[in-house]
């Protein structure tokens, strides 16, 4: 990395790569309240709508571990633009209100696009780190996604009442949106680094095993955040179910830069288990919520959890790694946290036929728990050799 003489972080150079973050986060944060709307107009219906996010995150993925053993060769930040423009160019097929076998076809393009840029893009943010500010950096530029999911929702919904479904207008504000983000994209300027292109990754990186487990833990309940809670707010008439996610989103926006920073001082452990321990209780607390104060004191609790332990454990995943493996690390890092909320959306949606909301989200506690116990056994193990 680049840097002056007082290792300072907040660049013109790092700016840039928040701001392209920001906005591709934010063209996919913004369909949250208007595809499922435009998928019934067409002739879908709920099933569909769950198709349509199975396959996007599905594309997502599966060329992942590809991407990411050949990033050394083709570059970051190329595979960063080739992300961003997918998902721009198939965001304008979206402007011919397409029929639904067309739309899943522009939102399956999107996804590969989608996932070129997820792992371009949490490498880039590692290569601008410093070995001892690695959380401190992971923190900060991991506050984008938040900082888009507290805001593009909003503005969807906003858009969608006052233009009265307008989807001409509704799906061009995404593209520029992922056009503003190639814009700063292409500003971004890639740091020097000790990469041997000659290097020949797996597919799979087993120095993040321990992190990805982990990650897989906390997006599994991600996934029955996303796909379960409004349905619960719905069955007990709770109307906050929205705000919830915007306390969510703000509160992982302030805590996951402090976290990083803690966590490069106080090592990274003493920072992600207390803080699996928070999002465990907020599993409890909506479980048992029965008003608006406590869905949003849970989304408050999942927000300081879920955040400052997102960031810890990116930093140690990062620490594992050298810097010619960053590329295959991230991607088997990213991809488990994206199928964590592929497997808790779907076994969880199979287990509610026999489960209420209640023991649905003290099973979501207990599974976010689990990571600490797979270290205390991890540390037990290694402390008896």
Request: proline share 5%; charged share 15%.
């Amino acid at each position: 990395m680049q840097v002056d003489s007082n290792d300072r972080i907040v660049t013109a150079n790092f700016m840039a790569l928040f701001a392209a973050i920001f906005f591709l986060f934010f063209a996919l944060d913004y369909y949250i309240p208007i595809l499922p709307f435009y998928v019934i107009e067409a002739g879908g219906g709920e099933t569909a709508v769950g198709m349509l996010m199975g396959l996007f995150t599905f594309c997502s993925i599966v060329l992942r571990p590809f991407q990411g053993r050949d990033i050394n060769r083709r570059g970051r930040k190329r595979l960063l633009l080739v992300g961003i423009s997918l998902y721009a160019v198939a965001g304008l097929g979206l402007l011919t209100l397409p029929s639904l076998p067309f739309l899943f076809l522009f939102r399956a393009v999107q996804g590969f696009g989608w996932g070129a840029f997820l792992l371009a893009f949490n490498t880039l943010t590692l290569d601008l780190a410093p070995p001892g500010k690695r959380g401190e950096v992971v923190g900060l530029m991991g506050a984008a996604p938040p900082l888009s999911m507290a805001t593009a929702p909003l503005v969807g919904e906003y858009l969608r009442d006052a233009t009265a479904s307008n989807y001409h207008l509704l799906f061009f504000v995404a593209i520029l949106a992922a056009l503003l983000s190639l814009v700063f994209g292409l500003l971004f300027k890639e740091p020097a680094k000790e990469d041997d292109k000659n290097f020949k990754a797996p597919l799979f990186s087993r120095r993040v095993i321990l992190p990805s487990i982990i990650i897989l833990c906390m997006t599994f309940n991600l996934g029955a955040i996303l796909t379960f809670l409004p349905l619960l707010g719905r069955a007990r008439e709770i109307e906050a179910v929205g705000f919830f996610f915007t306390v969510f989103a703000l509160t992982a926006v302030f805590a996951r830069p402090l976290a990083g920073r803690l966590s490069d001082r106080f090592g990274r452990p003493k920072v992600y288990l207390p803080a699996l321990f928070i999002a465990a209780i907020s599993m409890i607390v909506i479980a048992f919520s029965t008003t608006s104060f406590f869905l949003v004191l849970s989304g408050f609790l999942l927000g300081l959890g879920f955040g400052s332990a997102h960031s810890s454990v990116m930093a140690m995943a990062a620490d594992r790694l050298p810097v010619v493996e960053r590329g295959i690390g991230m991607a088997t890092f990213t991809a488990a946290f994206d199928l964590g909320i592929v497997i808790g959306a779907i076994v969880l949606g199979l287990l509610l036929n026999w489960l209420d909301f209640t023991a649905l989200f003290i099973l979501c506690a207990l599974i976010m728990l689990l990571p600490i116990l797979v270290v205390s056994l991890r540390n037990r193990a290694n402390s008896n050799i």
